[in-house]
């Protein structure tokens, strides 16, 4: 790598959390910021996640020789499903236990579809509720230029501090919110389904036939056996939670769009508590996040809507 | 009494996996290849004693011993019934080819129920019957305590499971029909416990079969371990217990096995109550699972330590 493009250290290394949002115009700006946070971080001897889409991630991952001792993840691969991000970070801190590191992020980036970026604010939220006294400096970047208005809002809403490429030292975002207050923000209503719905009510005894319902349905899709393996395994899971804490009795729609299916549980249960189903559960505890947990690993996206009417999880698979 | 006789010959027909293994030579071999351990449901009095008269009387004639262990049913009724039919129940008893016992008096009177002791008090009962020169024991159980409040009772399942192998392959000269009342039994376990015979259960004639039950599970024909069947899921939670339990006591004489190829899903539950009886299994053994569907490989996937003592083959 040459160091004319790595000059301008954007954070000083810190001990402690810090989660500025990078605003970058193009390519070359944001090998230049996010490189030299990555190449301050190796230098440390910090471990350091880079966590970007994969042109992106392929663009500096070249500049670091194709290693360089960090590690290099697809955000719209990993992150396909914004609710299975905080799992994995989760997961790479607790593998270096005190060593304070960097982690990069691009959740959001232009053309990304709207449920998918309203749940990846949901995480840049979560991100300041679980790391807040954690030693973990992040750096989320953003297109800004090529980024609707009103998501730059909720990024600004995300982030406690901002940053421009190219600038240095980040500044105190005024428009920060409450992570919780966000995370209501974020439970928009979900969208109706436009066509036809297979509607299947379902109870104590009837997940067998929840499956064949599913597989029924799901045969002649694009989508591949794993995949319509992994949605009948998501689906029971969240029958099932219906069955042990949602009344014990539920509905099931499923229908489809352009490239996506969908798969809808209702049932009368509360979900409460906004960090349900985002961390790696022991696999023999008998909790409700167990099952949440491995939706969020199985699923493309999954929307969560609690309310006094009870509780909507969405499942959708993209046919790829 | 034809019904009877009908349904006496369909005990000792031959079945297809039939017993292997005898420890016990002592009075030649084994009565053919009938399996030994059967059950049968049924839901009024006259098929009940067509029931028990078809299984115990031609045993009588060829010399064995027949216990009757008596739940719902008065053991004077028992007798009456036998007698109905022609079997001369006096004589029998007192040269003690037969006997009538409650379940209450007997295997229930000294605490929970308990698979272990009877696993013993089986071979205690047969080696008895062979040294007072009968040619063998066969013995009826109603099981319709299962469906009252008996401490142990949820242990069913799991020692319907293990006396297959434990007692059964083990007494080619011991035989047992267990009755399920439907009267007195919810379909749903009289559906698995009959299930957990490798025997087909008997369906008098006009008694239709339970429903199939969400998970079934039956002793492997020829290893310790189990054959599951259906889901291993919420829907079958019922008889999860029994399956774990059975199994984490099957591996005194190797690896235990569990064949999944009938089994069309796990779920995480299901998943961890394989890798708990692996876990439970004796040190150095491992229960092996074959035939897994596609969903517990995932789960594996995602829940790595539920790897430890299972051996996943193909």
Redesign the interface.
């Known amino acids: 790598m040459t160091t004319s493009v790595l000059t301008d250290p954007v954070l000083p290394p810190g001990e402690s959390f810090a989660h500025p949002a990078l605003s970058y115009r193009d390519e070359p700006d944001f090998l230049r910021a996010v490189g030299s946070f990555v190449q301050d971080g190796l230098e440390a001897g910090r471990p350091v996640l880079v966590l970007v889409p994969g042109p992106r991630l392929e663009a500096l991952r070249d500049l670091f020789g194709g290693d360089g001792g960090a590690v290099w993840t697809d955000m719209a691969e990993a992150g396909r499903n914004p609710g299975r991000v905080l799992s994995l970070l989760a997961t790479f801190a607790a593998r270096r236990p005190g060593r304070p590191a960097r982690v990069v992020m691009e959740p959001i980036w232009p053309g990304r579809d709207r449920a998918e970026t309203v749940e990846a604010a949901r995480l840049e939220a979560l991100v300041n509720l679980v790391f807040a006294d954690r030693p973990t400096a992040f750096l989320c970047a953003y297109q800004e230029p090529a980024l609707p208005a009103d998501v730059m809002a909720l990024v600004r809403r995300t982030h406690p501090a901002l940053l421009d490429a190219g600038a240095r030292g980040a500044r105190e975002c005024a428009e920060y919110a409450d992570p919780l207050a966000v995370c209501a923000e974020c439970d928009v209503p979900l969208e109706e389904p436009p066509g036809p719905v297979a509607v299947l009510p379902y109870t104590?005894?009837?997940?067998?036939a929840v499956?064949a319902f599913l597989a029924g349905r799901l045969e002649g899709t694009a989508l591949s056996?794993?995949r319509r393996?992994?949605l009948?395994?998501a689906v029971?899971?969240a029958a099932?939670n219906s069955?042990?804490h949602g009344g014990g009795r539920g509905t099931l729609r499923m229908w489809s769009t352009p490239g996506r299916v969908h798969v809808e549980t209702r049932d009368t249960g509360r979900l409460d508590d906004p960090l349900a189903g985002r961390f790696r559960p022991d696999?023999?505890a008998?909790s409700g996040g167990?099952?949440l947990w491995?939706i969020n690993?199985?699923c493309d996206l999954v929307r969560i809507r609690s309310s006094a009417d009870g509780l909507v999880l969405r499942m959708s698979m993209d046919l790829r | 009494m034809k019904a009877a006789a009908t349904v006496g010959r369909a005990y000792d027909r031959t079945e297809g996996d039939r017993m292997t293994g005898s420890n016990d030579t002592r009075s030649g071999p084994a009565p053919a290849s009938a399996p030994n351990h059967v059950c049968a449901c049924y839901s009024d009095d006259r098929t009940w004693a067509d029931l028990a008269y078809g299984f115990l009387a031609p045993a009588l004639e060829r010399g064995e011993r027949l216990y009757y262990f008596a739940d719902a049913t008065d053991p004077d009724a028992v007798l009456a019934a036998l007698a109905a039919r022609g079997m001369d129940v006096a004589a029998a008893r007192v040269r003690g080819r037969l006997e009538v016992f409650t379940a209450d008096d007997t295997y229930l009177a000294a605490g929970p129920f308990d698979p272990d002791a009877m696993v013993g008090q089986w071979h205690d009962a047969t080696a008895q019957a062979l040294a007072d020169g009968c040619t063998g024991l066969r013995a009826i159980g109603e099981m319709s305590w299962c469906a009252r409040d008996v401490p142990g009772a949820d242990r069913l399942l799991e020692y319907e499971l293990r006396i297959h192998r434990e007692v059964f392959a083990r007494l080619p000269r011991l035989s047992a029909l267990c009755l399920y009342d439907r009267r007195l039994i919810p379909d749903a376990d009289t559906a698995v416990l009959t299930g957990a015979h490798r025997a087909a259960p008997v369906h008098p004639p006009g008694e239709a079969p339970p429903a199939r039950p969400?998970l079934r599970a039956l002793p492997h024909p020829h290893a310790p371990g189990l054959v599951l069947e259906?889901?291993l899921?919420?829907?079958g939670r019922t008889a999860t217990r029994g399956v774990a339990a059975a199994l984490s006591r099957m591996a005194d004489d190797g690896d235990a096995e569990v064949d999944l190829s009938a089994l069309?899903?796990v779920?995480?539950?299901g998943?961890?109550v394989l890798?708990?009886a692996a876990r439970s299994l004796p040190a150095g053994r491992s229960l092996r699972v074959s035939g897994a569907p596609?969903?517990l490989h995932?789960?594996l996937g995602?829940?790595p330590?539920?790897r430890a003592g299972l051996k996943v083959v193909r």
Not at chain 1, 204 to 208: R, S
């Open positions: 104590d005894g009837d997940l067998a499956r056996a794993a393996s992994d009948v395994l029971t899971e099932t069955l042990r696999p023999t008998a167990r099952g491995m690993e199985l | 969400p259906g889901a899921d919420h829907d069309e899903f779920d995480v539950v998943a961890g890798a708990e596609p969903t995932r789960l995602l829940f330590e539920l």
